[in-house]
């Protein structure tokens, strides 16, 4: 008996050793897959986006998430292959959930600085949008970016405008959605909000009774890409997104989406000058 429950005990650790040798293997073959791979795989790319940033990324009266950057990300899905899941996400928690790998890529009129490419890789732009400086419609305090100096601003917590009005002086409140800025500068609350040139357009046409006004722009439009993650692993990724913009571009498909949203092309480098 002693010898039949040794040759059982046996033959368990063997066929646990077995089981736990088969799913190493699998552990590693898991581990050498690249994104692109897992991404393919499981039939998903997970896309953060803010979802209140009209026209780039908002919610329908149908409670539907559209947008250019809804739709520029799922025509590169399409793309790759697979389904574009999007996750709304306030700004600030954006690039932090690449870091985390709680999202793959991010679509959210994210403009390339040279802080943000010393930690993320950017595809190719698919567009260019120039800052807007907006005012009160009865300030005349405030003509040019130069005038911001010991002004109020408010912008959304680390976004290019934020750190461009206190790069001119001015003293910045951090909200999360374009109206929040807009009502602070209604209100009197803030002298002045930076923001993209199309946006403030957008919101303006929408609401042609709003009390605001654009005194003045940059000379340079940003450039508009999609942020990955700065690692071997992402590489392939990022390859095959900027082969999916590259083919939308020549299809006209980047132009037909900037048309319909914006009502001009701003996936055009020349955007800045065509805008004079």
Do not use: C, H
Not at 28 to 53: C, H, M, N, P
């Amino acid at each position: 008996m002693q010898l039949e429950g040794a040759f059982k005990m046996k033959k368990f650790v063997s066929l646990l050793l077995a089981l736990m040798m088969a799913l190493g293997m699998t552990a590693l073959a898991e581990e050498s897959k690249d994104q692109l791979a897992r991404i393919q795989e499981k039939d998903e790319i997970v896309i953060a986006t803010e979802g209140t940033w009209a026209p780039w990324t908002y919610t329908d009266e149908n409670g539907n998430l559209v947008g250019f950057d809804v739709e520029i990300a799922t025509a590169i899905a399409e793309k790759l292959g697979v389904k574009a899941t999007f996750v709304t996400v306030e700004w600030d928690g954006i690039l932090a959930g690449i870091d985390s790998g709680r999202y793959d890529i991010a679509a959210n009129g994210i403009d390339v600085t040279e802080q943000r490419s010393e930690k993320y890789n950017f595809s190719t732009p698919y567009a260019f949008n120039r800052t807007a400086l907006v005012v009160r419609g009865d300030n005349e305090d405030i003509k040019s970016f130069e005038d911001l100096k010991g002004k109020k601003t408010t912008n959304s917590i680390a976004s290019t405008y934020m750190i461009l009005a206190e790069e001119f002086g001015a003293e910045v409140v951090g909200v999360d959605t374009l109206d929040q800025t807009i009502m602070q500068v209604l209100t009197g609350r803030a002298d002045a909000t930076l923001n993209s040139e199309v946006s403030i357009a957008d919101y303006m046409q929408k609401r042609p009774d709003a009390n605001i006004k654009i005194v003045a722009l940059t000379e340079e439009a940003n450039l508009v890409a999609i942020p990955t993650r700065k690692t071997d692993d992402s590489a392939s990724l990022l390859e095959a997104i900027n082969q999916a913009i590259a083919e939308l571009r020549e299809e006209g498909k980047l132009s037909e989406i900037s048309m319909k949203y914006f009502g001009r092309d701003i996936t055009a480098e020349t955007v800045g000058e065509a805008a004079e």
